[in-house]
């Protein structure tokens, strides 16, 4: 069942790029999180979205935005990823997949790759409700930015 706007978001507790713990719930009483599901570290199409993200990062700061990104790849790999682009937000590790099934955002066959995150972008106000959501089925795509900094500013 996915996760739609105007429904609760499911609260996760995942590892990040640093090994610490991050909880969604924790990051959504600091302000509007971005939760960004991406296919993979270093591939072609992430690291523009995820830079993107990072270069937004005072314009999200100043409506108190969070971005926090999310695949399966092993913290390891974000690791090496985020130190390469300079990403300051963290990158969360689904290695056992379950986070992308609880929000329906897995892809079972990506050319090879089974069951890993669809590209999608929830927006998620400080009580924890979805207020934008976009799933997206070509990896290849990504988010409509001008609708989801609409979004970010609503809440």
Do not use: H
């Not at 937004?56 to 990823?81: I, P, R, Y």
């Not at 290695?95 to 998620?124: H, S």
């Not at 089925?137 to 409509?144: S, Y």
């Amino acid at each position: 069942m996915s996760v739609e706007v105007g429904s609760k978001a499911p609260d996760f507790t995942l590892p990040n790029q640093d090994r610490e713990a991050i909880t969604l719930s924790e990051q959504w009483k600091k302000g509007p999180v971005v939760l960004a599901f991406f296919p993979g570290a270093f591939s072609g199409t992430c690291t523009k979205e995820m830079c993107t993200f990072r270069d937004s990062a005072s314009e999200l700061n100043n409506v108190g935005a969070t971005v926090v990104g999310v695949s399966t790849d092993t913290f390891f790999a974000l690791k090496a990823w985020a130190d390469a682009q300079k990403f300051t937000f963290p990158l969360l590790s689904d290695y056992n997949r379950e986070v992308l099934g609880t929000y329906d955002v897995v892809n079972p066959d990506m050319i090879g790759l089974k069951n890993i995150a669809k590209r999608a972008v929830f927006v998620i106000d400080r009580n924890g409700v979805v207020r934008y959501r976009e799933v997206l089925d070509d990896a290849r795509n990504e988010p409509d930015y001008t609708k989801l900094k609409q979004a970010i500013a609503s809440v």
